[in-house]
């Protein structure tokens, strides 16, 4: 009997050196992306504003030391104000454009937003008392007279049931001509421009009462609260929808009627970025089209790095910018029907080559703005609107005598980019995006297995039905994943001629399988 040799097979060896050779040549495995970066967002672009609104918006920012996004958003705000409701942008055709916005700029704690938000508002709350000092004698004078007029229906009223047979029927006649008379005479409501912690009943009250305009400014995110339900059982949404779209208006109820053909409401409003993730999570607040008709901003805090020492707002930039907002304000707040804004060809054209550019990007599958096409496919609308109040603050004599030019929609275009980067980052704080999602489930059950390398079956064996329906679900978050440098796919080499073609497997980087520190 032959002795078993000592030394090694050439066919358990076979193969070894190249096996040593390949995991030699293997690339080294670069620090993985977080998939929960913060992307790079641009400031907000204030040079595109008239010069008179853009001095004022960079001096407020260096005064309080906040990111020039915050005054530049509620600049706009300030405008829509103004001119919501009192001017329309005539786009094309039937398509024309209310001039009302709703902003949200999220920022933490610290950050001096209520000085900002009062240094934006304050030449409003002014116009606002104007209005109410030019609006008292005829409002001292409609109740003077519907109370004169009430006393004599109800004088008449006495004089006919006292009234011998004969003479009753024509002073029956006489009390009830005077009666329908009382009732016609209207007393004007006090002009309100600002309402602050409304709830949705007083929202459209404060806009039947005010020609179906109002605008709700806030260094909070109260509202969203008040919105999703703080005094009622469900959200109530459905004044907010239609203030920002224009549609009509119907409250019929037994305790209030009320009723507005085009309303126009503004909002401009400041919550903390926690705020937006939990807004993302209420019931119907995306489905039903409210969070896409926000435009947003998340600015970086500059907390930790502001100078002490600031230069305050120049007095006369200050002075101009007070005057030309109560000016705008007050020429607007008489009409009845809307100014109606012109496009000149050019900036109708520059508008028309912004749609093309922004429709593909709308896609489902592969539209980098396809997890948003609620929020973007109303992007082409707000940029009309911008254009609108950009134009009513640089002609501000004679805006809606003149068209809108191809320069303004341009700087229009470029504050919808600028809204398009921060929409992509807050929807991203929302947990919009279900590619980003999966492949936040995907690093979860890749480090709870631990697996140095794993076959696409074994993979989604793992994951819940629920959220990956189809292997062909896992596809986008694992190439998700290997674009951020946490998965390497390949197929491999076929061993026989016969059989189906290998699967394709994926090798994990190694910092998923160390213990968290």
Request: contains cysteine; hydrophobic residues 45%.
């Amino acid at each position: 009997m032959t002795a078993p040799s000592t030394e090694p097979s050439t066919d358990l060896w076979a193969g070894f050196d190249t096996l040593v050779a390949d995991e030699s040549a293997a690339p080294a495995w670069d620090e993985p992306i977080p998939l929960t970066g913060r992307r790079e967002l641009p400031s907000f672009p204030a040079t595109v504003f008239p010069r008179w609104l853009q001095e004022f918006t960079e001096a407020v920012a260096e005064e309080t030391q906040t990111p020039v996004d915050l005054p530049g958003c509620f600049a706009l705000a300030t405008l829509a104000t103004a001119a919501g409701g009192r001017a329309v942008v005539q786009v094309r055709g039937n398509w024309r454009e209310p001039t009302n916005l709703f902003v949200v700029v999220a920022l933490p704690p610290a950050n001096r937003k209520s000085a900002v938000v009062a240094a934006m508002t304050d030449p409003l709350y002014e116009a606002e008392k104007q209005l109410k000092i030019a609006a008292t004698p005829a409002i001292i004078e409609a109740a003077m007279t519907a109370r004169l007029a009430k006393e004599a229906a109800d004088n008449a009223t006495k004089k006919a049931a006292g009234a011998s047979p004969d003479e009753r029927d024509e002073l029956i006649r006489e009390a009830v001509s005077l009666a329908e008379t009382a009732e016609t005479v209207a007393i004007p409501t006090e002009p309100q421009l600002l309402a602050d912690d409304a709830t949705a009943e007083t929202v459209t009250s404060r806009m039947a009462e005010q020609g179906g305009r109002i605008a709700v400014m806030s260094a909070e995110g109260d509202i969203f609260d008040i919105i999703a339900g703080r005094y009622s059982k469900d959200p109530n949404m459905g004044v907010f929808l239609k203030g920002h779209a224009g549609d009509r208006l119907r409250v019929d109820r037994q305790t209030r009627k009320e009723y507005i053909d085009h309303p126009a409401l503004t909002m401009g409003i400041s919550p903390q970025p926690e705020v937006l993730r939990d807004i993302g999570r209420v019931k119907g607040f995306r489905g039903r089209g409210l969070l896409g008709r926000f435009l947003y901003a998340l600015p970086a805090s500059l907390v930790g790095q502001r100078k002490v020492i600031t230069d305050p707002v120049p007095a006369d930039v200050a002075a101009t910018y007070e005057r030309n907002v109560i000016a705008l304000t007050l020429a607007l707040a008489d009409w009845t029907d809307p100014a109606v804004l012109q496009l000149t060809p050019e900036a109708d054209a520059a508008l028309l080559a912004f749609q093309e550019r922004l429709e593909p990007q709308l896609a489902a599958r592969g539209g980098a703005l396809g997890h948003l096409a609620d929020w973007a496919g109303k992007l082409a609308g707000a940029t009309a609107r911008i254009a609108g109040l950009l134009h009513l603050a640089e002609h501000l004599d004679d805006g809606h005598t003149q068209p809108v030019s191809e320069a303004t929609m341009h700087a229009a275009i470029t504050l919808a980019d600028y809204f398009t980067l921060h929409a992509l980052a807050v929807f991203d704080v929302m947990g919009a995006d279900p590619t980003v999602n999966r492949a936040r489930t995907l690093l979860d059950v890749l480090r709870e297995n631990q697996w140095s390398e794993v076959s696409r079956r074994d993979l989604f064996a793992k994951l819940s039905r629920a959220e990956f329906p189809t292997v062909e679900d896992l596809e986008p978050a694992a190439d998700l994943l290997e674009e951020h440098g946490y998965l390497r796919s390949y197929v491999p080499e076929r061993t026989g001629k016969r059989g189906r073609p290998p699967k394709p497997r994926y090798q994990v980087h190694p910092r998923l399988r160390e213990s968290p520190t």
